[in-house]
Each structure stands twice: as C-alpha cells, then as structure tokens.
C-alpha cells in the first residue's frame, strides 16, 4: 500500500495514490446517480413493472450490500492493493455487459456483478485510506476529499445521465468502462505492493448466511403488497432466523466475518446506524422523485438531472471543508445538523402536486438535502472507523458501507411497496406523498440516533468566594 505519513505535506505519488482511490468512489456515485435518472428510459424500453424496475437498483445494492463484510475481511486478509485492482477489473467488464443487455432480468444481473466488485472496492480504498494516514486532522482530510469524490460523481451523474439518456440509456451504463479502466492503470502503478497479509481465513459460510438473509428480507417487503400476510411474514421470520444463525455461526468460528466484539463501540454502531437511514431514506426519496417528476410531470431526464444537481454540488464543495469542521466541532454535532436538514429536506417535498414551485419546493428542498449529506456522510465515515486498530479498517469500512448499501435496499423495498399500493385506480399524488412520508418517517428516527451520541455537560456552577468577617 502506500508509504504512511504523518507529516502534513502529501508528495505527488501520495497525492496520485490517493486521485485513484477517490476515482473508485466517484465511478460508484457516478453509477448510482446515472441509473436513476435513467430509471424510467430502461422502463419503457424493455417493458418493466415499477416493481421489477426497482430490483434494477437493489440488485446492485444487494450485490454491494450483501458481500461488503466479506469484501473488507478479504482486503484485510489477502491485501487491500490485490483486492482493489481485482475488483476494478469486474467492474469495467459488468459496466460493458449491462450497456448491451436487452433483457430486464439480465440486466438486473448484471448490477448485481456490478454491485459485487464494489463490495471489494470500495472497504479496499476506505482502508487504505484509514491505515495509511494518521487518525486526527490528516486522515480526517484524506477522508473529506475521498467523500467529496463521491459527492462529485453523483452530481456529475446526475447531469451526464440527463444528456446520456436522450441519446439512450446503455451509454450511462457504457460510459463508466474507459474511467475503471483508466484509474485500473494508474493505480496498477501508483498503489505500492505490499506482502503484508492479515491472520486468519475466510468466514464463507457467513458470507453466504448474512447474504441470503438480506436478499430475503428485502424480497419479502417488495413482494408483500403482492401476496398474503402470512406469506410476507413467514419469509421475515425466515430471514430473521438467518440473520440469528449467522451471530451464532461468528461466535463459534475461527476466523468470523465480523469480529462481534468490534460492535462493543457506541460511536461505531451509532455511525452505523446513521448510514442506514441517510443512505437508505435517500435511495427510496430518489426513486419516487424519477417517478414524480418523470412519469407524473413529463419532464425530461436532462431537466430532471438538473433538479437534483443543487444538492450534488453543494456536498461536492462543502465535503471539502468538513475535516476542518469535524476536528473543531466534532462529529457527533454535525450528524445531528445533518440530521435536522435531512428531516427538513424531505418535509418540504411532503408538499408535492401537479404544479411543483422551483423556488419554494425543488429548489429549497434538494438544498437542504444536500447540506444534509455534506455535513454527515463525511463525519460519519470519520466516526466508525476512528479508534479502530489497523488490522480491522477493512473490517470497520466493510460494515459501515454494508449498513449503507442495506439500508438502501430496505427503504428502497418500502417505498416501492407503499408507492404501487393502489396504483390502479389511486390518487398518484397521494401515493407519492405516502412515499416521501416513509423518508421522512427514517429521517426523524435517524435524527434521535444523532442526538443520542451528544455529550451534554453539566454547567460548572460558579463558587462564591467566601467574604471574610468585619471583626
């Protein structure tokens, strides 16, 4: 990996070193935003129901989700430069398979390959980051500047799609090709080798537990409109089961995925936690925006891109300031702000109709979301892995990115369901508010997450001196 450093000047190899980590974030954001936006293209073309549409976003997030704890372990165990570089090539060839899919189903597989080489880039990168720059002001830096990538490559996305989708919707697919293949390169020869290996092996039975454990949860609340109550919690109770069996199979095993005891910090799991609601609320509000402004309004994928674009350009400008914030502040105010903008952001879209205002909803409301991000996402990628040993960032960067790709899937399953219940002969603005209310319902849950991690003081009550006698 490359050479550690405390001292506060970064050379040009570190510095290139670190442009090709936060390429890997910005080409993940980049996906993500571009698919959205052409969510309602790829619809029309190949046919899909809404519900089966949504599996086109949760296939890449279960993919990611699903094996981000085996993703980190492995960086940890086999080395992070190994895993990252490997992982980039499945990337590059799933981008180019899903730019030529003409199938809803294959394309569906072919996010979830996509979603899979993320499951090991992006904890590979996080950790490399983590163990190579000091805790304290300088990883707080590294890590404000690999955040902002992110926030960058979404609202580039988001513009770029709205241009890729009128000429068609595999180039926002196709287009993220010659980038992997790019930063693969660069960072074949930037990134040092390293022999240095973890102890331990491969939990793969875990792997496999936590995985169908997600993949059957999420499944169950997205069919749930569609089948019987007690089917839906059959399938919940199943997965609940599979989730109890993967504890018992990491307290019993040798080298477990998930070291359990790691969980014994407060700050990690309410760091945790936090991701879960910021990501997933977010993922489910961007799915019924597409649908709203696309399906509902008619407005165009460009035009659409541009509404989202305030909020990705101000966590791309803001994310850079937000080291200097966390190391003045602390991380645990600034999440509770971004809590009450996240809660804010979605209160005002609770007023959507046929005739949206620019200026008192869109606009007021996607800044607000995008102040939201910029001050917790980077403060709370800070907070999980601040105190954790170097032999498990990988780990610590794997749950952290887990819980957030979960969340995504989850929320995104819920919103889903309460967005076509009804859809037949129900009123679509109705629905559509139902839907946001879900957002916003996660957000308020996530804001007393937030405040539960602030250290309040007791005033220090001044002490009268005592005033001598007149003798």
Not at 158 to 170: A, K, M, N, P, Y
Request: proline share 3%; with cysteine; glycine share 12%.
């Amino acid at each position: 990996m490359i050479s550690s450093t405390k001292d506060e000047r970064w050379g040009a190899r570190l510095w290139g070193a670190l442009t090709v980590l936060c390429a890997v974030v910005f080409l993940d954001a980049l996906d993500v935003s571009m698919v959205g936006v052409a969510l309602p293209s790829i619809q029309a073309d190949l046919g899909m129901t809404t519900t089966s549409l949504q599996w086109v976003v949760s296939g890449y997030v279960l993919g990611y989700g699903g094996l981000l704890l085996l993703g980190g372990r492995t960086a940890d165990l086999l080395g992070r430069r190994r895993v990252f570089l490997s992982a980039l090539v499945l990337f590059a060839v799933a981008s180019l398979l899903g730019g030529l899919m003409s199938d809803g189903t294959l394309l569906i597989a072919a996010r979830f390959a996509k979603g899979v080489s993320a499951a090991f880039t992006a904890p590979a990168a996080l950790s490399i980051i983590t163990t190579t720059f000091a805790e304290g002001p300088a990883r707080n830096r590294a890590l404000s500047i690999f955040t902002a990538s992110g926030a960058s490559g979404f609202s580039l996305g988001l513009v770029l799609s709205g241009v890729l989708t009128e000429i068609g919707w595999r180039w926002t697919f196709l287009m993220p090709v010659p980038v992997a293949i790019i930063a693969l390169v660069a960072g074949a020869r930037l990134l040092e080798r390293s022999d240095e290996r973890g102890e331990g092996g491969h939990d793969l039975l875990g792997a496999v537990t936590i995985t169908a454990a997600m993949l059957l949860m999420v499944f169950a609340v997205v069919e749930a409109p569609k089948v019987s109550v007690a089917r839906t919690v059959v399938s919940l109770a199943a997965s609940a089961a599979l989730v109890g069996l993967f504890v018992r199979l990491e307290r019993r095993v040798r080298h477990p995925l998930v070291r359990l005891g790691i969980l014994r910090s407060a700050p990690l799991v309410r760091a945790n936690v936090g991701l879960v609601i910021l990501f997933g609320s977010y993922v489910g509000f961007q799915f019924v925006a597409m649908q709203y402004f696309q399906n509902l309004l008619g407005w165009s994928a460009l035009t659409t891109a541009l509404a989202f674009l305030p909020a990705g350009l101000l966590v791309a400008v803001g994310s850079t300031t937000m080291g200097r914030l966390a190391d003045r502040f602390g991380t645990a105010r600034l999440i509770v702000v971004g809590s009450v903008a996240l809660l804010a952001g979605y209160a005002v879209f609770l007023r959507v109709d046929l005739h949206p205002g620019l200026f008192t909803m869109v606009l007021p409301g996607m800044l607000l979301l995008g102040v939201a991000f910029a001050l917790s996402f980077p403060s709370l990628n800070i907070q999980a892995t601040a105190g954790v040993d170097d032999e498990e960032q990988g780990l610590a960067s794997g749950l952290l990115n887990t819980s957030g790709q979960v969340g995504g899937a989850v929320v995104l399953a819920i919103v889903t369901a309460v967005l076509t219940a009804g859809a037949d002969g129900g009123d679509p603005i109705t629905r559509f508010r139902a839907a946001i209310l879900v957002s916003a319902g996660f957000a308020l849950a996530g804001l007393a997450v937030a405040v539960s991690g602030l250290r309040f003081r007791r005033p220090v009550e001044a002490r009268e001196e005592p005033v001598p006698e007149l003798v």
